[in-house]
């Protein structure tokens, strides 16, 4: 069960550890296992119900033994207190990850789609493109100057001066 896996991209790896720092608050390279939920959410993972089960049953049975003798309420008492460490998360998330990339796929395309319905609301002239101009002033809060550059760089590699909504929408999304 905690052999590490070499399903997932190091980009994967890297935005997990990096989400899965945020609730390892005292460094110790594990969170309660609670957590996984909020910390796979957050990068738009979504792991079945059974897999997190048997997570919690194999985690359960590692502090107290016999899973099958605990009641609801010391069952949820437990998983406040026991943790998972990265490793553990890693090869939970490779035995699920052509799940997984099926729900991130489908969650990065409904992004996709509602930042190119925002920015379509600037494209005055209905044309399918922005400006540069128009797109800092649209992108402003969400982006610094530098990835608003690498954002243009790259949706605009001819700088044209002119941004395919659809182009710069892929864009942004990859790099969320």
Known sequence: ????????????????????????????????????????????????????????????????GDVAQLDHVAREKLLKTVTIRFDEL???????????????QDMLEKRAEGLRTALSLFDHAGSGWLSHDDARKVLLDILSDAEFADVVSQADPTNSGKLDLHQLCEVIVGAL
């Open 90 to 104: 890693l090869h939970l998330l490779g035995e699920n990850s052509s799940t997984l990339d099926g729900k991130r």
């Open 1 to 64: 069960f905690y052999k590490m896996t070499d399903t997932l991209t190091q980009e994967q790896i890297v935005e997990l550890s990096e989400a899965f720092a945020m609730y390892d608050t005292e460094d110790t390279q594990e969170i309660p296992l609670k957590y996984i939920k909020s910390v796979l959410g957050s990068v738009g993972y979504v792991v079945p119900a059974a897999s997190l089960q048997r997570v919690e049953e194999l985690k359960i049975r590692e502090v107290s």
